[in-house]
């Protein structure tokens, strides 16, 4: 793919992310699901109201922002409401959340090119990355958890990107890293879990190199045959991955192999910049990743606490350790959509942000009181915050696989040779594997601890991993000399589109017929 196709194929993506997420946004003239908190905590900022706030502040400066600059443009004011405090256009408190969440995509193929230095793998995950619905959902409406995402994933881009550069520049990168994660932390509490991923996989890599350095000590004894035949493996293994690279061409312009010089050997297999995660000493991480985010996160809350002077720095915090304390258990009785987290990854309990019926799809569009008798719906408006089933499932799968494949590669010399031992370079998908497996597992597993009531959209810094994996599954797939595999690759593709586009009228809350509703809720648990 040249770099034309793929600046092409990205600018598509998110031109299809912006248009999706600005069609029709003004739909419902009324505050839907949590908006009932955010945006009227947004415009009390503006109106300089004092308020108790359950989770840091940054996103509702956000959305105030979004306000104030949305009410100063001269049109997209036909409906307003004052359900915020303030008589308000649904279009001001929401259109800042549909730029923002537009630009998700766009950073996650980002991501996906500097792990790999692959068109095709980044592009991917952009595109699937837009297919999804619960983003979708998210960024129409002025909710917070867009935040976290883009904050948590710029930061994690910027930590690679420093990786990719030295000195100066790579001093410049961990600070705007370090900023980013503090921000995504000022939005919710749950935003450190993308932080805790990026310590995570530099202490793995740090083992990595320990205990390859171990091995070579002797203190785990290899035969010097043995020793010579791994070598002569890596090799082969070597020779022939960078004969595939000279036929299919470098994507990332970065080898210095001349094909023009006769003596020149075959260019060096790709690098990723994970593979430079030991030259970050415990000096910079604390620095750059602890004592940058923990400022950066302090002085969010300033212009909070400057307005509700009730609370002071510490005693804010405590009162929202309690509320989320005493907010309930994972029960159907606290809340009817309450799902722990087990239940995430297959999607057996999404939910409902808004649902409501019509006689017929010539009435006004609902926007309070209790749906109609059964008997007389014919038109069903309902905004389901759920996932592309599809991309879910089979990206389950992918980090499934992936999974697998770090298991495999321990266990198979243990199982023949009986030692354990580390190659002395991981493969780039190997390092690919370990940063989508441990960034996955450091936004899930904090989840199972937590006793209060939790919902399906906590799930969504995860599963933008998920997506990820699932791109480099289909990119290892059509990338294949075998004709089957790149079948499969295209087969997931267009059923993950087609997905999209069959449950796109519950993302977008567009009309339906009560059968219509009822063909895509699959499971009675949708409902």
Not at 369 to 376: E, H, Q, T, V
Not at 382 to 387: I, K, R
Request: proline share 6%; net charge positive; aromatic share 18%.
């Amino acid at each position: 793919m040249t770099k034309k196709w793929f600046r092409i194929g990205i600018v598509g993506v998110f031109l299809m992310s912006l248009a999706l997420r600005f069609w029709g946004l003004e739909r419902f003239n009324t505050l839907v699901f949590d908006e009932v908190y955010f945006a009227k905590f947004g415009n009390n900022y503006l109106t300089h109201t004092p308020f108790f706030n359950a989770h840091p502040p940054l996103s509702q400066y956000m959305i105030g922002i979004g306000i104030w600059i949305g009410s100063h443009i001269p049109f997209w004011h036909d409906t307003v409401n004052g359900l915020t405090g303030s008589l308000r256009s649904p279009w001001t408190y929401r259109w800042f959340n549909a730029l923002t969440g537009s630009f998700i995509p766009v950073v996650v193929a980002a991501i996906a090119y500097q792990l790999s230095y692959r068109r095709s793998f980044a592009l991917l995950a952009g595109f699937f990355t837009a297919c999804d619905g619960i983003f979708l959902v998210e960024s129409r409406y002025a909710l917070s958890n867009i935040y976290i995402i883009i904050f948590g994933l710029l930061g994690q881009w910027f930590l690679l990107l420093a990786l990719d550069n030295q000195n100066q520049r790579r001093s410049f990168w961990l600070v705007i890293a370090g900023i980013n994660f503090g921000a995504s932390v000022g939005t919710k509490w749950n935003g450190l879990w993308f932080l805790f991923g990026a310590y995570l996989i530099w202490i793995t890599a740090w083992l990595i190199q320990e205990i390859h350095s171990f091995s070579n000590s002797k203190l785990i004894s290899i035969s010097p045959s043995l020793r010579e035949a791994e070598v002569q493996e890596s090799r082969g293994l070597g020779r022939m991955s960078r004969e595939a690279e000279v036929q299919g061409g470098r994507e990332s312009g970065v080898s210095t192999y001349s094909p023009s010089s006769p003596s020149s050997p075959l260019p060096p297999s790709p690098q990723t910049p994970l593979q430079n995660l030991t030259q970050l000493n415990v000096f910079q991480m604390f620095f750059y990743l602890g004592i940058i985010p923990a400022f950066i996160y302090s002085i969010i809350w300033i212009p909070h606490l400057q307005l509700d002077k009730r609370y002071g720095f510490i005693a804010v915090h405590q009162e929202i350790l309690k509320f989320h304390l005493h907010l309930g258990g994972n029960s159907s009785d606290v809340h009817p959509y309450c799902a722990a987290w087990y239940k995430w990854p297959l999607m057996t309990r999404p939910m409902a942000y808004y649902y409501q019926t019509a006689g017929s799809i010539n009435e006004p569009l609902p926007v309070m009181g209790p749906p109609l008798p059964s008997y007389a719906v014919k038109v069903v408006y309902d905004v389901h915050a759920m996932g592309n089933p599809f991309l879910w499932w089979f990206g389950m799968a992918a980090m499934l696989f992936l999974m697998g494949m770090l298991v495999s590669q321990v266990m198979i010399p243990w199982v023949k040779e009986k030692r354990f031992s580390v190659p002395a370079t991981l493969s780039v998908d190997t390092w690919i594997a370990l940063y989508l497996v441990i960034n996955y597992a450091a936004n899930l597993l904090p989840w199972v601890k937590v006793t209060r009531c939790v919902f399906i959209y906590h799930y969504m810094c995860a599963v933008v991993f998920v997506f990820l994996a699932i791109a480099w599954f289909v990119d290892q797939c059509l990338r294949s000399y075998y004709q089957q595999l790149r079948a499969v690759g295209v087969s997931i593709s267009f059923m993950i589109l087609i997905a999209f586009i069959f449950w796109m009228p519950v993302y977008l809350g567009l009309p339906l017929s009560p059968d219509g509703y009822k063909l895509r809720m699959w499971f009675n648990s949708w409902i």
